[in-house]
């Protein structure tokens, strides 16, 4: 049996509708052209390369290319949890190699399009993505096929991207227990109200459910501004029992920081009246009154991941690899 050719650029292009050179133009990522492609063309040209599965030699290409000296870190705003032990090590690590870290931030669709066309024209030799899984199939495989390693902390991502990946239930069980062993009769999640991150903010909430019915409790869910202001964390406080059966898990440290901040403003003890708790062990929540019991990377230490990104970035033959990073209980004062 013969095997079907592999698809060209010419093939690309004819499915699209535009000349083989415009097919070149936008994978090559150039913005020198005086009439550039449209984002419509853009789209048809990507389209067509998925239905064909066509794949760049991009490997190739990269070996080609100019290095600009940049790492770009492409996140959604708020920035995630884990973003500040990242970014640090980032900085950290590019700095040692005379590379700069670049910040792109998207709220919506059409800001995330605008950072992208940006990666494509060149902007940097490697590329870190948070927020992988809310992005749009298309999009993730576009991520995949840039001619730069691209980096994305998430659970799934696309082949031919490298990938530091999460395991939050285990986690989210043991907490559970925790919190029934402690006299928790009722859990209740908060959440934020779903905006840029929806998939994510749904699959945690998913999960979360899921860990909490294996323990045997079923959570009542919240949802609020991704950074609650003292008013809308008091609504919250005030539509639960503070005689020591409840707690509350929050969707983010910082989330359960502020809550309960404004539970011990209101006489609201804590663990004492109403147990709280968060996720994503930002290095605050050791520090806070009462100390946070939390989930997450015990110790975030991102290096060997970055390392083998910038090693990429170096020499293109490199594979990427997926790193697992699983959460961890970690039992504090709050809870």
């Known amino acids: 049996m013969t095997s079907q050719p592999r698809p060209t650029q010419a093939d690309v292009a004819r499915l699209a509708g535009v000349s083989t050179a415009t097919v070149s133009y936008i994978l090559s990522g150039r913005?020198?052209?005086?009439?550039?492609?449209?984002?419509?063309?853009?789209?048809?040209?990507?389209?067509?390369?998925?239905?064909?599965?066509?794949?760049?030699?991009?490997?190739?290409?990269?070996?080609?290319?100019?290095p600009s000296g940049i790492v770009t870190v492409l996140t959604h705003v708020p920035l995630p949890t884990l973003s500040s032990e990242l970014i640090s090590q980032v900085q950290d690590l590019a700095g040692a190699r005379e590379m700069e870290t670049v910040f792109l931030q998207y709220s919506d669709d059409a800001?995330?399009?605008?950072?992208?066309?940006?990666?494509r024209g060149g902007l940097a030799d490697a590329l870190i993505v948070m927020g992988l899984e809310n992005?749009?199939?298309?999009?993730?495989?576009?991520?995949?096929?840039?001619?730069?390693?691209?980096?994305?902390?998430?659970?799934?991502?696309?082949?031919?991207?490298?990938?530091?990946?999460?395991?939050?239930?285990?986690?989210?069980?043991?907490?559970?227990?925790?919190?029934?062993?402690?006299?928790?009769?009722g859990v209740h999640y908060v959440t934020a109200t779903p905006r840029v991150n929806r998939r994510v903010l749904d699959r945690r909430t998913a999960v979360v459910t899921e860990a909490a019915a294996i323990t045997g409790v079923v959570p009542v869910l919240h949802r609020v501004a991704v950074a609650p202001d003292p008013v809308?964390?008091?609504?919250?406080?005030?539509?639960?029992?503070?005689?020591?059966?409840?707690?509350?898990?929050?969707?983010?440290?910082?989330?359960?920081?502020?809550?309960?901040?404004?539970?011990r403003n209101a006489g609201i003890a804590v663990p004492g009246a109403l147990r709280i708790a968060g996720m994503g062990n930002i290095a605050e929540g050791a520090l806070t009154q009462p100390s946070l019991t939390t989930v997450g990377v015990r110790d975030p230490d991102y290096r060997s991941v970055i390392g083998h990104l910038l090693d990429r970035a170096e020499d293109p033959t490199i594979a990427p690899e997926t790193f697992d990073t699983p959460w961890e209980l970690l039992v504090r004062d709050s809870a």
């Not at 609504?235 to 404004?262: F, H, N």
Request: net charge positive; proline share 5%.
């Open 31 to 66: 913005s020198s052209r005086s009439t550039p492609a449209s984002p419509e063309t853009q789209q048809r040209v990507f389209d067509a390369m998925e239905q064909l599965g066509y794949n760049p030699q991009w490997a190739a290409r990269a070996l080609k290319r100019r």
């Open 111 to 119: 800001s995330l399009a605008r950072q992208l066309r940006l990666v």
């Open 135 to 185: 992005m749009a199939e298309a999009t993730q495989s576009r991520l995949a096929a840039l001619p730069i390693p691209v980096l994305a902390v998430a659970n799934e991502a696309p082949p031919g991207l490298s990938l530091i990946r999460r395991h939050e239930r285990a986690a989210l069980i043991d907490l559970f227990a925790h919190l029934r062993r402690s006299g928790s009769q």
């Open 232 to 263: 809308q964390a008091r609504a919250i406080l005030d539509g639960i029992s503070v005689d020591g059966t409840q707690a509350v898990v929050c969707q983010s440290d910082r989330m359960a920081i502020t809550l309960a901040c404004v539970a």
